[in-house]
Nanobody, 123 residues
């Protein structure tokens, strides 16, 4: 499975961005999709995940109420709508795909990764 993330950019605090992650080379609906982020000098951390059918979503406490993860299985794409952005949201954002039933918030459980897309939030 190949994943291609896009949609990052520079935005002022309080603004919004929508990230996309397009998948190819596999059966997209078989994978739980997750978003993680990594700021300079920090470890990659869980942001959000969405179940195979898009019915169940999971969020890190730091983004709950501000970010929304969704997927379109017909388009093989997962999205991360980010609202009310804060400077501490600045990071490279990565999408991951996993087919197993292990924890969605542990990056080690993900089988495939896209390249990062940079999000920079100015104060």
């Amino acid at each position: 499975v190949q994943l291609q993330a896009s949609g990052g950019g520079l935005v002022q605090g309080g603004g919004s961005l929508r990230l996309s992650c397009a998948a190819s080379g596999g059966t997209f609906s078989h994978y739980v999709m997750g978003w993680f982020r990594q700021a300079p000098g920090k470890e990659r951390e869980f942001v959000a995940a969405v179940s195979w059918a898009g019915v169940t979503t999971y969020y890190a406490d730091s983004v709950k109420g501000r970010f929304t993860v969704s997927r379109d299985n017909a388009r093989n794409t997962v999205y991360l709508q980010m609202n009310s952005l804060k400077p501490e949201d600045t990071a490279s954002y990565y999408c991951g795909a996993k087919r197993n039933s292990r924890s969605y918030f542990d990056l080690l459980n993900y089988d495939y990764w896209g390249q990062g897309t940079q999000v920079t939030v100015s104060s």
